[in-house]
């Protein structure tokens, strides 16, 4: 094929405004404002897993140079918008992702973020297993703790091991990862739960997992019962990993200190340290409402939609053809 032609067909070109029509007449009913932000931010991500691009920017006006970062996802200024007082709202946009390409992921891709005030993650959890049965036809979900999850699949308790015992589990899943000795606790549990939990879940309903290990979950509020956990969830389905949300933390000073115990870890991994969103900071000071807040993936969502096994099937221009 001509790499100037997208790789998608006309028919998929069709479902993707389907698809964008019965996600914007869900939150019509449901009375959730759309709204629009940046792409491009003076913040970014401090997660060491998540990696933006950077771009430099010089001020006409004032001669000054800086960097720019295009959003992982527009939560912090969406964030200040419920600090303003939007009320309950969403966004269907592009999110941009340092990260190779797959068969689920390309660096750019569209996303939907929605925040629900007076949500707790389990009232939004009910909202996108709804959304998931509009669109999808799907069955009821499964919801399962991430404790549980791993105890079923790995037979470990995530919340009370040791570096040997994630070690020991990831040799018997013949995970072959070079030097697994210096990876983080986290980086461990994550490899564990994405070969031997996410393949096994979801697969004739969408299945939810939450109350993720806090150290897993910089924005989400700690479940008040167990300290060792934080109120976050993600659903998967059919082998993708569709959407990740949170009852969201509204403290500004907690909120600092993770995104600098973030630029932490990045420091002691050699990453670069990144620049904490200010802005975003100062909207927590002013009051975010109690909310909870979702990402899913629209791509994905589609890919599941029309049976499609990549994602260029319904990205026109991937960024091979970009």
């Known amino acids: 094929m001509p790499s100037w032609k997208p790789t998608t067909t006309h028919q998929a070109r069709i479902a ?8 914007r007449e869900f939150f019509y009913k449901r009375d959730v404002l759309e709204v629009d932000t940046p792409s491009l931010s003076n913040g970014t991500v401090t997660d060491e897993h998540l ?11 004032t001669g000054k140079t800086t960097s720019l970062f295009l959003q992982t996802s527009p939560e912090y200024a969406m964030k200040r918008l419920l600090c303003a007082q939007s009320g309950s ?32 993650h389990f009232d939004l959890m009910d909202e996108v297993d709804a959304l998931l049965m509009e669109v999808l036809a799907t069955q009821p979900s499964d919801r399962l703790t991430y404790q549980q999850a791993f105890k079923e699949h790995v037979g470990l308790d995530p919340l009370d091991t040791t570096d040997t015992a994630l070690l020991n589990a990831m040799r018997d899943n013949n995970i072959d990862i ?9 980086s461990k549990l994550q490899l564990l739960f994405s070969y031997c939990v996410e393949p096994k879940i979801g697969q004739q309903k969408p299945c939810f997992i939450y109350d993720f290990p ?27 990993e569709l959407a990740n949300g949170f009852n969201e933390l509204s403290a500004p000073q907690e909120q600092r200190a993770r995104f600098e115990e973030d ?5 002691a991994s050699g990453l670069p340290v990144k620049p904490i969103d200010e802005l975003f900071l100062e909207a927590l000071d002013a009051g975010l409402p109690e ?22 099937q319904v990205i026109n221009f991937p960024v091979s053809r970009a």
């Open 16 to 23: 993707r405004a389907e698809l964008l029509r019965l996600i």
């Open 51 to 61: 990696d933006a691009f950077e771009t430099p920017f010089h001020f006409s006006t």
């Open 89 to 120: 709202i969403y966004q269907i946009g592009k999110a941009f992702r340092h990260e190779g390409e797959g068969r689920w992921h390309n660096p750019e891709f569209t996303m939907l973020e929605w925040y629900r005030v007076g949500f707790n």
């Open 178 to 186: 070079h030097e697994p000795e210096t990876l983080s606790v986290d």
């Open 214 to 240: 806090a150290s897993q979950a910089a924005l989400a509020k700690i479940n008040p019962d167990d300290a060792r956990v934080a109120q976050r969830f993600e659903v998967y389905f059919q082998g993708a």
């Open 263 to 267: 630029n932490a870890k990045r420091q």
């Open 291 to 312: 909310c909870a807040g979702v990402a899913l993936g629209v791509d994905r969502l589609l890919m599941l939609k029309m049976g499609a096994t990549h994602i260029q």
